[in-house]
C-alpha cells in the first residue's frame, strides 16, 4: 500500500484510513534535516512540518513567503504501529506523547495533523466571495474549517 504519491514534482500525502499520526519535538530551525532523517531511518513514515505562505510587502513590490510557523515540530504518519526509531536521528529531542506514553494523536490533535499532510505541510492562501455579508471559502486551507 502506498502512503505517499507524487503529482506535479510535490510530493501528495494520501490519508489511508488505519494512518496514525505523531509529533516528533526538535531544535528550532531544525525541521527539515530531522524530517529527511526521520523518513530515511523509519521505512513507512512520512514526515512533514508546518509553514504558512503569506504575501510580504517591500518598497516596490510584494512577494510571497514561506515560513515555518511552528518551529521545532515534525508531525508524522505511518501505518506502523511501532513509534519510530529517534536514536539516531540528530537534532530531534524526544517524541511527544500522553502521560499514559501513548505516542499516537488522537482527536483534535489527529484531525489537525490529518489536515496539514492534506495541505502538503503548508497553511496557504485561501480564495473566498461574500455571499448575503458572509464569507464563503471557495479554495484553500480555511475551505476545510
Request: net charge positive; proline share 4%.
Amino acid at each position: 500500500m502506498s502512503i505517499v504519491q507524487y503529482e506535479h514534482g510535490r510530493r501528495q500525502h494520501k490519508a489511508v484510513s488505519n494512518m496514525r499520526y505523531g509529533c516528533v519535538f526538535c531544535l528550532s530551525g531544525e525541521e527539515a534535516s530531522v524530517i529527511e532523517s526521520l523518513e530515511a531511518q523509519n521505512p513507512g513514515f512520512t514526515a512533514t512540518s508546518v509553514s504558512q505562505t503569506k504575501w510580504k510587502s517591500i518598497p516596490g513590490g510584494r512577494y510571497k513567503e514561506t515560513r515555518i510557523i511552528f518551529p521545532g515540530y515534525v508531525y508524522f504518519q505511518t501505518i506502523s504501529s511501532d513509534p519510530p526509531d529517534l536514536r539516531y536521528i540528530e537534532k530531534s529531542i524526544r517524541l511527544l506523547a500522553t502521560t499514559k506514553g501513548s505516542w499516537t494523536l488522537t482527536g483534535m490533535d489527529e484531525w489537525f495533523a490529518k489536515w496539514i499532510f492534506k495541505n502538503h505541510g503548508v497553511i496557504g492562501f485561501s480564495t473566498a466571495t461574500v455571499i448575503d455579508n458572509r464569507a464563503r471559502m471557495l479554495s484553500g486551507p480555511l475551505k476545510d474549517l
